[in-house]
C-alpha cells in the first residue's frame, strides 16, 4: 500500500491511497470464508456452502466492502500518525476512472482534505478586561418584590383584564390573513402579561373579556423557552415557527399582592428568618444579585471572543468546506449555505482558538464535569415548572440517561469546554471589577 499526500496550497491537499492486490486479498479471503461458514443458502448445509460459490455470487459486494474498511482506516491511520489537522471530514475525490472490480486489480482512491490554518492564542497578561458586578436597580428591585406579593396574593377573575393579568385561553396558529393554518399548533394555555416587556402587545392584552380574540407574535413577547413552554413542544423548534398566534378568552386571572407582613416573609425565607420589610428587600436584594452574577461571566465572555476574533486572522479552505456542508447536509441548498458560511467560519475559528488553548495548556474535560452540567441543566428546568428537587442518586441516574442522547452530549460537553476555556482566560488578563446598576447593564453592547 502506498499513502501519499499532495498539498495545492496552504489550505487544501489531496491525499492518495494506491492498493495493490496483496494489499487487500487476504482480508477479503478471510470475509468470504466468514460469509460461507454463517451463509444459510437453498441446497446446501448450514456453514458447508462453498467459498468458491459465496465468491462467485457475492464476491463483487464482499470485495467492495472490505477495500472501503481497509481505505477508510488506513486514511484516519495516516491523518493520526502525521498529526494533520483537518476542517470537516476528507471528501472523495471525482474521478473519471471506473472500477470493474477485480480480484486481481489496482486501485487509487484520492481525498481532497481542508487543512486548519495555524492560530496563535491572541490573549496575555498585557491584556485588561472589565468584569462587572451587576447591582438590582429600583425598578428591578421593585418588579421582583411585587412578582412575589403576586405569587402568594389572593386570585381573583374580573370580567376585563388589565395589564399584568395572566390570559386562560386558546392559542392558534395563523397565517398572515388571521386565518389558521392547515396542521398548525392549537394549544389551551395562561398567557402572562407581566413578564411581557413589549409595550405595544402587553397594551393589547388589556381591556379583553371572555371570548374576546387577540393576535400576538409570541416570538416577539417572550424569550424561546417561555414560548417552547407555551407551546409544548422543544426550545430549537421555536425559531421555525411561522406565522402568528390568534388568542380567543376563556377566562382572566388576576394576582392581587400579598400584605407585606410577618405571615408573607415566613412563607417565602421560613418563621422568623425575615422580621421587617428592610430585611426582605435586602433578602431579595441578595438573591437578585446572585442570579446577575451569570450575566456578567457572559459579558465577560462575549468580551474575550470579541478580542480573540479581532486579534486572529485566518484564512479557511472555503470552497471544500462549502462542499463538504453540501454532502452532510443534503437538505441545505446551495443559497442557505452561501448565507450561512459568514457565521459557520466565525464558529470554526474560535473553535480553534478554544482548541489551541486547550492543547497548549493541556486542559482535560472530565466525564464527571459533563454529569455535573447535565444535573444543573434538570434542575433547572425542574426549577422552571416548579418541580422540588430530587434526590441525587435520582438526578444521577436522569443525568446519565441525559447524556445518552449524542446530541445533547455533545452540546454539553461544548458548554464544559467553553467554561473551562473561560476559566483558564480569567487567570490570564487583567480583571478590572466594575459596578453597575442591572438597567444600565442591559444596554451595554
Not at 487544501?12 to 492498493?19: K, R, W, Y
Not at 374576546?212 to 413577547?221: C, G, P, Y
Not at 414560548?227 to 388568542?247: C, P, S
Request: net charge negative.
Amino acid at each position: 500500500m502506498n499513502i501519499s499526500q499532495e498539498n495545492i496550497d496552504d489550505l487544501n491537499a489531496v491525499v492518495s491511497i494506491e492498493l495493490k492486490p496483496e494489499d487487500y486479498k487476504s482480508q477479503v479471503d478471510s470475509a468470504i470464508k466468514t460469509q460461507a461458514k454463517q451463509a444459510k443458502l437453498p441446497g446446501f448445509r448450514p456453514g458447508m456452502v462453498p467459498t468458491s460459490h459465496i465468491k462467485r455470487t457475492y464476491g463483487k459486494a464482499i470485495l467492495i466492502d472490505e477495500i472501503n474498511k481497509i481505505v477508510s482506516n488506513s486514511l484516519n491511520d495516516y491523518l493520526t500518525e502525521n498529526k494533520l489537522e483537518i476542517l470537516g471530514q476528507p471528501l472523495p475525490k471525482e474521478e473519471e476512472t471506473q472500477y470493474t472490480w477485480g480480484f486481481e486489480d489496482d486501485y487509487n482512491f484520492k481525498y481532497e482534505i481542508g487543512l486548519a490554518p495555524k492560530v496563535d492564542v491572541p490573549f496575555t497578561e498585557k491584556d485588561t478586561l472589565t468584569e462587572y458586578v451587576i447591582k438590582a436597580d429600583d425598578e428591578t428591585l421593585n418588579s421582583r418584590i411585587s412578582n412575589l406579593r403576586k405569587s402568594y396574593g389572593k386570585r381573583s377573575n374580573p370580567e376585563v383584564s388589565e395589564e399584568d393579568d395572566v390570559l386562560y385561553g386558546e392559542l392558534t396558529q395563523v397565517d398572515a390573513k388571521g386565518e389558521p393554518l392547515e396542521d398548525g399548533i392549537v394549544k389551551t394555555t395562561s398567557v402572562r402579561s407581566d413578564i411581557i416587556e413589549d409595550k405595544k402587545i402587553k397594551k393589547s392584552l388589556a381591556g379583553l373579556k371572555k371570548d374576546d380574540v387577540v393576535a400576538i407574535d409570541l416570538k416577539k413577547a417572550y424569550d424561546d423557552s417561555t414560548v417552547a413552554r407555551l407551546l409544548e413542544i422543544e426550545e430549537d423548534q421555536v425559531a421555525d415557527l411561522v406565522g402568528t398566534f390568534n388568542l380567543k378568552v376563556e377566562n382572566v386571572n388576576r394576582l392581587e399582592e400579598a400584605e407585606m407582613d410577618q405571615e408573607f416573609f415566613d412563607k417565602i425565607y421560613g418563621e422568623g428568618t425575615v422580621k421587617t420589610e428592610e430585611e426582605f428587600k435586602a433578602k431579595v436584594q441578595e438573591e437578585i444579585e446572585s442570579l446577575f452574577v451569570q450575566n456578567a461571566d457572559q459579558k465577560l465572555q462575549n468580551d474575550m471572543y470579541t478580542l480573540g476574533m479581532d486579534r486572529v486572522k485566518a484564512d479557511f479552505p472555503d470552497e471544500f468546506l462549502k462542499r463538504w456542508l453540501k454532502t452532510t447536509n443534503e437538505k441545505l441548498t446551495d443559497e442557505e449555505i452561501t448565507e450561512g458560511y459568514d457565521d459557520f467560519a466565525k464558529n470554526l475559528k474560535w473553535t480553534l482558538i478554544e482548541n489551541k488553548i486547550i492543547n497548549d495548556n493541556k486542559l482535560e474535560i472530565q466525564y464527571e464535569e459533563v454529569i455535573a452540567a447535565a444535573k444543573e441543566r434538570l434542575a433547572a428546568q425542574l426549577k422552571m415548572y416548579g418541580q422540588q428537587d430530587l434526590p441525587e442518586e435520582q438526578l444521577n441516574q436522569y443525568a446519565a440517561q441525559l447524556l445518552q442522547d449524542k446530541e445533547q452530549a455533545n452540546r454539553l460537553f461544548e458548554e464544559v469546554k467553553a467554561l473551562k476555556v473561560f476559566d483558564h482566560l480569567k487567570g490570564i488578563v487583567k480583571l478590572e471589577k466594575k459596578e453597575i446598576p442591572y438597567n444600565e447593564f442591559i444596554e451595554l453592547k
